[in-house]
């Protein structure tokens, strides 16, 4: 990098607050849905249910 | 299976009937599903399968989404509110029994669409929660404690970002208090019951207060940069700090983005469009359309085919105007939003400390023109009007006729209305012209008019009374009747094997 453009860069970096921080961490934190037997397709239960 | 193509249908049919926005959809089905199967089955065992049939017949999520799991944490969902349910009855014996069940049906509703939307939800929440923080020490309201500011202001926060309706607002009022039940050790739910009248009595304060209108005003106006700014972390989720903390970066991302939202608004305007004008159809002009001819017929003795064919493609059209009338923001909101966005994520803080103070009432500087101005809408709301029927009159309408044009000209004109105000999602600031104002001067009498039918009207949408009441329960009993007959044909095939 043309050591101009580094200075330029460093100059143009923003220092985040905390809050900007803090939904950082929030974001990478973020987990899938639990899904117990992953991939396994829903078979609904042989038993004759009917509630209506 | 081929009875599923009707299970969709129904669905389809039903949300048509009722206008809501597009997150809140399933939400409300959950809740429909489970306050019609807890009255026959008030237990709720089982009935987390049920749910995800049902869930599954609508297509609201695809076949392949749900596994044994979510059975289970669907049925412990509803088994927990349930109990709490009989417990808030047993300690509360004087409680509003009604009240209690359907809060309580709705609370299911929401624990359930966010287990099942997990992701999104967790994403949504921080979003909300920056916006919240980033936000709520600029609101001054002059003798309200800060606590009761931040309750104010974080049930705006949710109406205004996440647009949420009161069933989702109050569940999140519930979880920051109690935290969601599928967490909550059974033995705990006593507890919870006990407490449970101090959170409805906070709730009450809080929803009635005089003070959210205009705080849900005021987060509305800070949405573009913070819509934008979320846009830009979802779209670069491994290397979003790089780019929010380098100015070049982030200037090129926003003009990206904001393009990109700017052509999305078109699409989604027409699709509102589309939307609403389909659900006007339904609920009121099937309805007036039946009223109307036959009582012109027996009133007047004959049919005037002008104002019928006038009154039946008027809406639509009208509709289309409004909504085809939209400039997109220009560049200078762009770069507005640039600059705000780096106001909002920047270290000094100083500009997010400025106050803003949230007052009642609007005050005019000169209060003497209050009168004038006030007798001057009153002249304007007679004009427009009075205009209205002469004009209506040279093309031989009835007084019938033109109540029925009246009606759909004020409803359709508000729904336009409310349509446009969302193309302003991304708009920091709008500019003050004066032929705009001239015109929004004149068409305000009928956007009141509108406001207040729209609001009457869907107090007594008969098309949601008969779908819930009696096509509902009969038609899915239908359904699931013929699901368990295929399964039962099939299982008896296997054995032939």
């Known amino acids: 990098m043309d050591p101009s453009n580094e200075i330029l860069g460093r100059l143009a970096t923003i220092e985040l607050s905390k809050n900007a921080h803090a939904l950082l961490e929030m974001i990478k934190e973020i987990k899938p849905r639990q899904q117990g037997l992953i991939g396994e397709e829903y078979n609904v239960s042989q038993t004759v249910w009917i509630h209506i | ?497």
């Not at chain 2, 009606?407 to 032929?435: D, H, M, P, W």
């Open chain 2, 1 to 497: 299976m081929f009875h599923r193509p009707f299970g969709f249908i129904y669905e389809k049919l039903r949300n048509a009937v009722e206008f809501n926005d597009e997150h809140l959809i399933r939400r409300l089905a959950i809740s429909r599903i489970l306050r019609r199967r807890l009255q026959i089955n008030p237990e709720g065992k089982g009935e987390g399968e049920n749910v995800i049939r049902e869930l599954l017949w609508g297509k609201y999520l695809p076949q392949q989404f749900f596994t044994q799991q979510d059975v289970l944490n669907i049925q412990t969902i509803i088994t927990k509110y349930v109990v709490l349910k009989r417990e808030i009855y047993r300690i509360h014996v004087k409680t509003n029994r009604v009240m209690i069940h359907s809060l309580i049906v709705e609370m299911m509703s929401c624990e359930i669409e966010e287990m099942i939307n997990w992701e999104n939800t967790q994403r949504r929440s921080a979003y909300l929660y920056f916006f919240f923080q980033t936000l709520k020490d600029k609101i001054l309201i002059k003798n309200t404690s800060d606590e009761m500011r931040d309750k104010l202001f974080y049930i705006a926060s949710e109406r205004a970002y996440l647009k949420n309706d009161d069933a989702f607002i109050k569940y999140h009022l519930f979880i920051l208090i109690f935290d969601r039940l599928i967490n909550v050790d059974e033995n705990k739910l006593p507890i919870i019951a006990e407490q449970f009248g101090m959170y409805t009595q906070t709730l009450a304060e809080i929803l009635k207060n005089r003070h959210i209108d205009l705080l849900v005003k005021f987060a509305k106006k800070q949405l573009p940069p913070f819509k934008i700014l979320a846009t830009i972390l979802d779209k670069n989720l491994g290397h979003a700090e790089g780019i929010i903390t380098n100015e070049g970066e982030l200037r090129k991302s926003v003009e990206e983005t904001c393009d990109e939202k700017y052509n999305e608004t078109g699409t989604r305007l027409r699709n509102a469009a589309i939307r609403s004008i389909t659900y006007i159809f339904l609920t009121k002009m099937i309805f007036v359309m039946i009223l109307e001819f036959p009582l012109t017929r027996l009133i007047y003795g004959t049919i005037e085919v002008i104002p019928l064919i006038v009154n039946t493609l008027f809406p639509p059209l009208l509709m289309g105007i409004i909504v085809f009338f939209i400039n997109p923001p220009s560049n200078d909101n762009t770069r507005k939003i640039y600059v705000r966005i780096i106001d909002i994520l920047n270290k000094d803080i100083s500009f997010e400390t400025e106050k803003v103070e949230i007052k009642q009432r609007f005050q005019m500087k000169k209060p003497s023109l209050l009168f004038t101005f006030s007798v001057l809408y009153l002249i304007t709301f007679t004009v427009v009007f009075g205009s209205i029927f002469l004009f209506l009159d040279l093309l031989d309408y009835t007084i019938l006729s033109k109540a029925v044009f009246l009606f759909f000209l004020c409803v359709v004109a508000f729904f336009g209305y409310r349509i446009r105000q969302t193309a302003k999602e991304y708009v920091v600031e709008s500019k003050n012209n004066v032929i705009i104002n001239l015109f929004a001067f004149l068409f305000l009498p009928i956007l009141y008019v509108g406001k207040f039918l729209s609001s009457q009207i869907s107090r007594i949408n008969i098309f949601i009374i008969i779908f819930d009441s009696l096509i509902e329960a009969p038609f899915k009993f239908f359904i699931e009747v013929i699901e368990e007959w295929t399964r039962f044909i099939k299982a008896r095939k296997d054995e032939l094997i």
